[in-house]
């Protein structure tokens, strides 16, 4: 079993059995929610210095921080090219493949995940956010989509526009949870490629935990029952969807979080969001371990 890894940017995580934590609460605000790239290349350099041969999961608080999964997935090139692949699978109510002018941010990761030449797709899971639709196209990074790199699994969006550009093959949508996860393991079923596993937790409803976004309509068992499916493909996981709050000092970021509808959440109501993420992300992580994980 490798220890999990608490990248600490926002202090929201809380205590994990056996985790090493990394103290980044100094990137906190530089790199939260978007950064420019030569910034983001020095939080590479710094976690090329810090991170071990080998780990477990790794938890890295807010989905504010999604973005640095493509570091750890890059990381992944000194055991993977294009003819020895590894597919991305990411829980997320959001498709994290928007463009974005300023560098990179939370939700245009997935875009440079999907042109690594060792990743062959990017799957992104329960995405229910309108983020998808026709008023939203304009915003799609549309290469990843047309090349066959990456596939939406969504619900409740009308995604009809992408039939008439020549992506319906690139949307998956169903009518409910349970079949859109029945669907994806099927399709998972003859694959024996590895897998990196990404979960931000806004891809749950709101009855099963709280977030700062917009959420989706998982439930627990949805996640588990595919880590479980998954487990023996499984090479390396990351974890985000927790909550915290912050007061960018960039006015220009605090105007781009404006957009996404964040709310402001009251301490006391913050505290106790927090103790039920913190119960999931054992729940998680225990489910994680149980998994090849193995990074460099």
């Given at each position: 079993m490798?220890?999990?890894?608490?990248?600490?940017?926002?202090?929201?995580?809380?205590?994990?059995?056996?985790?090493?934590?990394?103290?980044?609460?100094?990137?906190?605000?530089?790199?939260?929610?978007?950064c420019?790239?030569s910034?983001?290349?020095?939080?590479?350099?710094?976690?090329?210095q810090?991170?071990?041969?080998?780990?477990?999961?790794v938890?890295?608080g807010?989905?504010?921080?999604?973005?640095?999964?493509?570091?750890?997935?890059?990381?992944?090139?000194?055991?993977?090219?294009?003819?020895?692949?590894?597919?991305?699978?990411?829980?997320?109510?959001?498709?994290?493949?928007?463009?974005?002018?300023?560098?990179?941010?939370?939700?245009?990761?997935?875009?440079?995940?999907?042109?690594?030449?060792?990743?062959?797709?990017?799957?992104?899971?329960?995405?229910?956010?309108?983020?998808?639709?026709?008023?939203?196209?304009?915003e799609?990074?549309?290469?990843?989509?047309?090349?066959n790199?990456?596939?939406?699994?969504?619900?409740?969006?009308?995604?009809?526009?992408?039939k008439?550009l020549?992506?319906?093959?690139?949307?998956?949508?169903f009518?409910?949870?349970?079949?859109?996860i029945?669907?994806?393991?099927?399709?998972?079923?003859?694959?024996?490629?590895?897998?990196?596993?990404?979960?931000?937790?806004?891809?749950?409803?709101?009855?099963?935990?709280?977030?700062?976004?917009?959420?989706?309509?998982?439930?627990?068992?949805?996640?588990?029952?595919?880590?479980?499916?998954?487990?023996?493909?499984?090479?390396?996981?990351?974890?985000?969807?927790?909550?915290?709050?912050w007061?960018?000092?960039?006015?220009?970021?605090?105007?781009?979080?404006?957009?996404?509808?964040q709310?402001?959440?009251?301490?006391?109501?913050?505290?106790?969001w927090?103790?039920?993420?913190?119960?999931?992300?054992?729940?998680?992580?225990?489910?994680?371990?149980?998994?090849?994980?193995?990074?460099?």
């Open positions: 490798y220890s999990p890894i608490i990248l600490n940017f926002d202090q929201s995580i809380g205590d994990i059995k056996d985790a090493l934590t990394f103290d980044l609460t100094d990137w906190q605000d530089s790199i939260r929610f978007g420019s790239m910034k983001y290349k020095e939080l590479a350099t710094q976690l090329e810090l991170l071990p041969e080998t780990y477990g999961t938890l890295m807010s989905g504010d921080y999604h973005h640095i999964t493509l570091l750890l997935i890059e990381r992944l090139k000194k055991l993977y090219n294009p003819k020895n692949p590894i597919q991305v699978v990411v829980f997320d109510n959001h498709p994290d493949n928007m463009r974005y002018l300023f560098g990179i941010h939370c939700g245009s990761w997935v875009s440079y995940v999907a042109q690594l030449p060792f990743v062959s797709h990017v799957h992104v899971l329960g995405i229910t956010s309108n983020d998808i639709g026709v008023a939203h196209l304009w799609n990074r549309l290469r990843p989509l047309l090349g790199k990456l596939s939406y699994w969504c619900m409740d969006v009308d995604t009809s526009w992408a008439r020549g992506l319906g093959k690139a949307f998956h949508h009518n409910s949870p349970d079949e859109l029945a669907d994806f393991l099927f399709h998972q079923y003859h694959s024996s490629q590895p897998i990196y596993l990404s979960i931000d937790k806004d891809v749950l409803s709101e009855e099963t935990i709280r977030t700062n976004w917009d959420q989706g309509k998982l439930q627990t068992y949805h996640i588990l029952d595919s880590i479980s499916a998954l487990s023996s493909r499984i090479i390396g996981s990351d974890i985000t969807g927790d909550v915290s709050s007061q960018c000092k960039s006015w220009w970021k605090r105007l781009l979080s404006s957009f996404d509808g709310p402001v959440v009251p301490i006391e109501t913050l505290q106790q927090q103790i039920a993420q913190q119960k999931l992300n054992t729940q998680l992580v225990e489910a994680l371990s149980n998994c090849h994980n193995h990074s460099l």
